[in-house]
């Protein structure tokens, strides 16, 4: 016997009756579900039952591929259209005009910050980037051949154990102190990871430098001559900070906020941002572009890269995107902070392939008509390279600019009355109830 599924209507977009009419015809029943905001609430369907004692009808969606899991105000992307900003503000405006700093203070308090504001800001967060010396002890502790984002995730979790007033999550104050110090000392771990791993003695913060500065100044001093950067560099870095600093509900974020729902503290929330950046379908994707530029090797070689591409052998690093339908907006500010860097440490040798793929592929209809353009990982990748960023590095820089994104989004999910404990249904396709068998009769 077959069940015939569910069929559903609704009104006319702007007809005034947002509703959504579905008619089980299990049961010839019809239901009428309010529409807001163009979702309907999933637990609506609960009451589409076939008998009083069955649970109701769930829906199934695997990766959340079509499920709203909140209501923000921080991030807008469209896909469709390659549109992306942050509190309402396109990304191309802030990405030329903007700070992180100010971007950071923009996705956690809604408002750009008047100068007083700003300077506040960056003042608390550049006094708070020093951590406490237990944590370059435990840092000391890893081999010397540790993934630094392996690193970078079990220290974000250790300063829940220094900071244990975090717990306390009713008291706005802590909870921004935390925000605070989570954005300011994220640089100063990603760099005591890289200094760790290359062999070096670590490097303290030094509050005279901006937030970019800083940081770099933390990977590459040496002592003698002092460290200088090329204010070009530091702005690139500002730059890539911005585009990665949120990116609406994708995995980290989405981890973020469901081990935040059981309210633990934010250290050990954003811990879970880093274990879930550290996966290579997520933060791994410009360290693949750079191997698919090595593996291709001349421009001559492209060709027959991209028909191995059409035969399935071979795959495009840095092209299309979960979201995006059109350009990644990100793609384009990045290709121009690749020239500023370039002339600042010279062209690297993958640029050309680079160049050559990307305009091979934008005019090919066989990848056109599967969208797939250049994303943010494309020439990212080339950067980090050209400012002597080892590959294990690249997750780390992507996880710093995330930072204000994430404890942003737990800022969010902590004031909003909609939100409980992250806890999915599941459909069970399992065995039904089976008697225990003892060991002898196995």
């Known amino acids: 016997m077959t069940t015939q599924q569910p069929t559903a209507t609704t009104d006319a977009p702007g007809s ?14 019809s239901y009428e579900l309010p529409i807001t905001d163009g979702t309907i609430r999933a637990t609506e369907l609960r009451q589409i039952k076939v008998s009083d004692d069955d649970f109701g009808l769930m829906t199934y969606d695997p990766a959340f591929m079509n499920t709203a899991s909140c209501r923000s105000e921080i991030t807008f992307l469209d896909g469709d259209a390659g549109v992306l900003r942050y509190r309402g503000y396109p990304i191309e405006q802030l990405a030329e005009k903007s700070s992180f700093l100010e971007v950071a203070y923009l996705l956690v308090y809604g408002e750009l910050p008047n100068q007083q504001q700003l300077d506040r800001w960056v003042h608390d967060i550049t006094h708070h980037t020093f951590v406490h010396e237990n944590v370059r002890t435990f840092m000391q502790g890893f081999r010397y051949d540790a993934h630094p984002m392996g690193m970078l995730q079990s220290s974000v979790g250790m300063l829940s154990t220094l900071y244990p007033e975090a717990k306390d999550l009713t008291d706005e104050e802590n909870n921004e102190l935390q925000i605070v110090r989570l954005i300011a000392k994220m640089p100063t771990l990603g760099a005591f990871a890289y200094r760790h791993i290359t062999g070096k003695p670590f490097v303290y913060p030094n509050n005279e430098l901006s937030y970019s500065e800083n940081f770099l100044s933390m990977l590459f001093t040496t002592g003698v001559p002092q460290y200088t950067v090329d204010p070009r560099i530091v702005r690139a870095l500002d730059v890539l900070f911005i585009l990665h600093a949120d990116h609406e509900q994708n995995c980290s974020t989405s981890a973020v906020r469901s081990v935040g729902s059981s309210q633990v503290d934010p250290y050990s929330a954003v811990a879970a941002g880093v274990s879930a950046l550290y996966g290579p379908l997520h933060g791994g994707a410009n360290e693949a572009v750079l191997k698919m530029l090595r593996r291709i090797e001349r421009v001559e070689n492209i060709p027959d890269f991209m028909e191995g591409v059409k035969a399935g052998k071979e795959r495009l690093m840095g092209f299309g995107h979960r979201v995006y339908k059109n350009f990644d907006p990100r793609a384009t500010i ?4 690749c020239d500023d860097v370039f002339e600042v440490t010279g062209v690297n040798p993958l640029l050309e392939i680079a160049v050559e793929l990307e305009k091979i592929a934008l005019g090919d209809e066989y990848f056109v008509k599967r969208k797939l353009y250049p994303n943010v990982d494309f020439y990212s990748g080339l950067i980090y ?3 002597g960023m080892p590959e294990d590095m690249f997750t780390v820089l992507f996880a710093i600019g995330r930072t204000p994104g994430w404890v942003a989004q737990w ?11 992250s806890r999915p249904r599941q459909v069970y396709v399992g065995p039904g109830e089976r008697d225990y068998v003892e060991m002898s009769a196995r």
């Open 16 to 29: 005034g009756n947002e509703t959504l009419t579905i008619v089980d015809n299990r049961t010839g029943q």
């Open 334 to 337: 990045i290709k121009k902070a």
């Open 385 to 387: 390279e050209a400012l």
């Open 411 to 421: 800022r969010e999910m902590l004031g909003d009355k909609d939100q409980k404990i």
